[in-house]
């Protein structure tokens, strides 16, 4: 099994800046691809960015330029790094990882239980 372990959430102003992380711990075979969603009250959930092994990124229109999303791939953790931040901004962040078991042609899709940002003066 695969657990992820979020933080970095909270309450901040709008024009301010956050840091989420997320770290992968447990049995798997290999982490191709990580990366942020977000889900606001009433919304669906959406793709915010995501990178896959190789450092390739991703971004919704909505958020480039002002977030940036980082891996280690050595600690199995990823970052979005968010400024500039706007009351739009504000949902439940859920970290996503891709396992694949090659062999076997299996992906496992893991989610973090969810951290919540608040983007309010």
């Known amino acids: 099994q695969v657990q992820l372990v979020e933080s970095g959430g909270g309450l901040v102003q709008p024009g301010g800046s956050l840091r989420l992380s997320c770290a992968a711990s447990g049995s798997f075979f290999s982490i191709y691809a990580m990366g942020w969603y977000r889900q606001a009250p009433g919304k669906q959930r959406e793709l915010v960015a995501g990178?896959?092994?190789?450092?390739?990124?991703n971004y919704a229109d909505s958020v480039k330029g002002r977030f940036t999303i980082s891996r280690d791939n050595a600690k199995n953790t990823v970052y979005l790094q968010m400024n500039s931040l706007k009351p739009e901004d504000t949902a439940v962040y859920y970290c996503?990882?891709?396992?694949?078991?090659?062999?076997?042609?299996?992906?496992?899709?893991?989610w973090g239980q969810g951290t919540q940002v608040t983007v309010s003066s």
């Open positions: 996503n990882a891709e396992d694949i078991n090659s062999d076997e042609n299996i992906l496992n899709d893991y």
């Open positions: 990178i896959t092994s190789g450092g390739k990124t």
